[in-house]
């Protein structure tokens, strides 16, 4: 098992890299006052100092995958969420809720957490529990949905994101 990476085994321009994209978010999130500068340093280094505690080592992301990914889920996000908010204004919903459970593909630790991190902002299904053999209990709106291909669906598009690692012999 790979223990977690560290400052010292990340090079200097991925640590600045990352520093100045956190501080990039908090200048697009707080805005660009020159009073708040101080706080986003301070927030950017701690996310700097997070990711080397949390990030894997070797673990790439892929940009052509994520843009592919972003294309794919912004507008299956509204599209569920319009649909919900149908559903929720409706004199009488035509719902089934409840849970279901269904295999996850992607390996358990960082990734697996992602990628039920990502369905967990689409609006109809939630992962509640992810079980040690991959197995997911997943709170759905409607259990007459294909919720096991929707997850499927979700976990190939998120495949992508990720650089398979590279392994030397």
Do not use: N, Y
């Not at 109809?124 to 929707?150: M, N, S, W, Y």
């Amino acid at each position: 098992m790979k223990a977690a990476a560290t400052a010292d085994d990340t090079p200097l321009s991925a640590l600045f890299t990352r520093g100045l994209g956190l501080l990039l978010l908090w200048v697009i999130l707080i805005g660009p006052a020159l009073k708040d500068l101080p706080v986003g340093l301070v927030a950017s280094a701690a996310g700097v100092w997070a990711s080397t505690a949390l990030w894997p080592g070797g673990g790439k992301l892929s940009w052509m995958g994520l843009l592919r990914f972003l294309a794919r889920f912004l507008p299956q996000s509204v599209f569920a969420g319009l649909d919900v908010a149908r559903l929720a204004f409706a004199r009488t919903p035509d719902l089934q809720p409840g849970f279901t459970t269904c295999r996850s593909t992607i390996p358990a630790g960082l990734a697996r957490d992602s990628a039920c991190a990502v369905m967990s902002l689409q609006p109809g299904k939630l992962p509640v529990f992810a079980e040690a053999d991959g197995t997911l209990h997943i709170h759905c709106l409607d259990l007459r949905e294909a919720v096991a291909q929707q997850v499927a669906d979700d976990e190939a598009a998120f495949r992508r994101i990720l650089k398979p690692e590279r392994r030397d012999g």
